[in-house]
């Protein structure tokens, strides 16, 4: 049998990992991206995602079978194409333009008994409604007699060191039983398990309730971090000691919102989607978006209160942000709500600096100081803020030589913090 040849449009933060792992599979990959600048940095093995160290890149590009492009007519004669790009909120409503514009651009290469698989983020009715009509009028082949499509929605969490693609169960789907069992012989390659589902809504599903799951329960926590703030309560305390039930629940951390690609955008397609075909409102999604998109604001103000008390104004005052991504370990900055509370502290005049060690230069907000973290600038400010606690912190050193500590992830303790 010929090496199988794969392209993966896309070369991100899931499209990177999956091209790797069919290269180490033993697959010919064609790493696609319309970003110049990320297939440049590919090239030369350097990698912009921190769960493909540079090692690993180098390996797959010394191996001959990983080859990064910008050129659609690079994917000609693939046997299956994944499809891994962004799926954006604009104003609201689900922005489907990368995955339109992947499937006008790879159409034209359609082959019959080629596998196509959708792996990006979108509301139940995607890949049916939107991805098929456009793949068959680029190639003149029909689904499920010509070509197989299929859905497998990514659960990849960027910076975990346990929980990776290859060990983490696959859901997959396809149009047809034949698409199906062709779907699961690809991923099979891929990861040690697969969950097959009975159509792609159900897998789109999957996903969408994968995610507002959690934007739900991070609500419910922040909102009951708020409040037991102001009944003074130790809501970090009751969260680790409901923990300790071996049942029946499931610990969620407070903190300061939420961000990234996930949690602030999927539960929306879900909630569009059900307004669009049954004009009806989800109302746990409305309710989890209105509560997560206000802790910027609250751990703000309670950085102002906390300045107050120790006799300083936020105009003016130095401050000291520990972590810009929205989530801990990872550089990505998209909707991070360290971001949203550094440009609130520096538009009420505030002197903003930040430790941020993974992000990419360029993506940093404008009017913040990157610095390192040292006892200088400890010492320095009038407050240190932890916003995103990346492990590589040292947070004794913090502790020992700060004057004021607000932690909005619960990673420092003594006489001089302050707790979400
Ligand atoms: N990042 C995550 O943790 C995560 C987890 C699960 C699912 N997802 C979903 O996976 C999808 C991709 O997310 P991501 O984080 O990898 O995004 P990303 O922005 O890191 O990568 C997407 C890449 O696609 C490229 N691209 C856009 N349009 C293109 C086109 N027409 N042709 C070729 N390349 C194109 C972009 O240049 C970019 O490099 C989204 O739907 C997202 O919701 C992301």
Not at 76 to 88: M, N
Request: glycine share 8%; proline share 7%.
């Amino acid at each position: 049998m010929s090496t199988e040849k794969l392209v993966v449009i896309g070369q991100g933060y899931v499209g990177l990992p999956l091209a790797m792992r069919a290269v180490e599979a033993g697959m010919e990959v064609t790493g696609l991206d319309t970003d110049s600048y990320r297939i440049k940095r590919l090239t030369t093995g350097d990698s912009f995602v921190e769960d493909v160290p540079a090692d690993r890149l180098g390996r797959a590009l010394a191996s001959g079978r990983y080859h990064p492009t910008t050129e659609y007519a690079d994917a000609e004669g693939f046997d299956v194409c994944a499809i891994t790009v962004p799926t954006p909120l604009h104003d609201g409503t689900p922005d489907l333009s990368f995955v339109e514009q992947a499937g006008a651009g790879i159409g034209p290469y359609l082959r019959p008994g080629c596998l196509v698989v959708l792996e990006s983020t979108t509301y139940p009715g995607t890949t049916e409604e939107l991805l098929r009509p456009l793949l068959e009028s680029a190639s003149g082949l029909r689904s499920p007699d010509d070509f197989h499509l299929g859905y497998s929605p990514e659960r990849i969490d960027p910076g975990n060191p346990s929980w990776q693609l290859e060990n983490t169960p696959k859901v997959i789907s396809g149009i047809g039983p034949a698409a199906l069992a062709r779907t699961d012989q690809f991923y099979r390659r891929i990861v040690a398990r697969t969950v097959p589902v009975g159509s792609t809504r159900v897998a789109e599903l999957t996903k969408l309730i994968e995610n507002t799951f959690r934007q739900v329960n991070i609500a419910l926590i922040n909102e009951l971090a708020v409040l037991s703030h102001d009944l003074d309560i130790d809501v970090w305390q009751a969260i680790e000691a409901a923990g300790t039930k071996p049942f029946g629940f499931m610990p969620f951390q407070p903190g300061p919102g939420v961000g990234g690609h996930c949690l602030p955008i999927d539960p929306c397609y879900l909630s569009w989607q059900v307004k669009r075909r049954l004009g009806r409102q989800f109302r746990f999604i409305e309710l989890a978006n209105d509560i997560n998109h206000e802790m910027p604001e609250h751990v703000t103000r309670r950085i102002m209160a906390g300045l107050n008390r120790t006799g300083h104004a936020v105009n003016g005052a130095r401050l000291l942000l520990l972590g810009l991504a929205y989530k801990k370990n990872t550089g990505d900055l998209r909707d991070s709500p360290a971001v949203d509370v550094a440009q609130r502290l520096c538009d009420l005049g505030a002197d903003v600096r930040a430790v941020e060690p993974y992000a990419e230069p360029h993506h940093l907000p404008a009017g913040v100081l990157i610095v390192p973290l040292t006892e200088q600038e400890v010492r320095a400010a009038d407050a240190v803020v932890v916003v995103t606690d990346h492990d590589v912190f040292d947070y004794d050193l913090v502790v020992r030589h700060a004057r004021y500590v607000f932690d909005a992830r619960n990673r420092c303790s003594g006489p001089v913090v302050e707790r979400l």
